[in-house]
């Protein structure tokens, strides 16, 4: 598995639940996870999520989706590339041809 040399972050810095906010040596901290999502709809790599702590987990508390992360480049300096046959809004095209598979 290649891993990603940089990823592209966006947040929607709205959707911080700031209660989860902590103070710091250097300042304000916020805790984030990214969650790979490979089967995305919107072509995404990664879900961005609040990461809360474990008490806030343990009551049965949920981080916020604050956005989305893109893998830009692997191992080598390679760009990513979506693998064939990933979600796309397009319709898919009838194939005539039959087959004995089961999927």
Do not use: C, W
Request: without cysteine.
């Amino acid at each position: 598995m290649a891993i990603p040399k940089i990823l592209r972050v966006q947040i929607n810095v709205d959707a911080i639940d700031k209660k989860h906010l902590y103070k710091g040596k250097k300042g304000t901290y916020l805790n984030v996870a990214l969650v790979n999502t490979p089967d995305s709809q919107y072509g995404q790599d990664y879900m961005v999520t609040q990461d809360l702590p474990k008490e806030a987990r343990d009551a049965g508390e949920r981080g916020p989706i604050l956005g989305n992360a893109s893998a830009l480049y692997l191992e080598d300096g390679i760009p990513a590339k979506k693998e064939e046959g990933a979600m796309t809004s397009a319709a898919p095209v009838a194939d005539d041809k039959s087959d004995d598979l089961p999927f």
